[in-house]
């Protein structure tokens, strides 16, 4: 599969909005990561999961036409800061957020946000 790239990191103000965009294909179980963090994940047939300190803030969303996954980032919150992956694997998702069982990872986006 082709490799991972992150792009829409930046700095915003708390309760602000960003949109990460990762450059993915040839994928069956992607997610973003808040460093080792698990933050949110997609499997191949659309199901999505999320961290309980994300609910009703983020979306996970794949774009198949462009071969990206989203997130956006809604309410941002100080602690929100962090550098953010996107991580990806050819099989079936299993543990969903747990990094050990993603194989290929991006070079990662920092999002700041300032109280």
């Known amino acids: 599969p082709a490799p991972l790239v992150e792009s829409g990191g930046g700095s915003v103000q708390s309760g602000g909005s960003l949109r990460l965009s990762c450059a993915a294909s040839?994928?069956?179980?992607m997610a973003w990561f808040k460093e080792r963090e698990g933050v949110a994940s997609i499997d191949s047939g659309g199901?999505?999961r999320y961290a309980d300190g994300v609910k009703g803030r983020f979306t996970i969303t794949q774009d198949k036409s462009a071969n990206r996954l989203i997130l956006e980032m809604s309410s941002l919150k100080p602690e929100d800061t962090a550098t953010y992956y996107c991580?990806?694997?050819?099989?079936?998702?299993?543990?969903?957020?747990?990094?050990?069982?993603?194989?290929?990872w991006g070079q990662g986006t920092r999002v700041t946000v300032s109280s």
């Open positions: 040839g994928y069956q179980c």
């Open positions: 991580a990806a694997d050819i099989y079936p998702c299993t543990g969903y957020l747990q990094p050990v069982l993603y194989t290929y």
């Open positions: 199901t999505t």
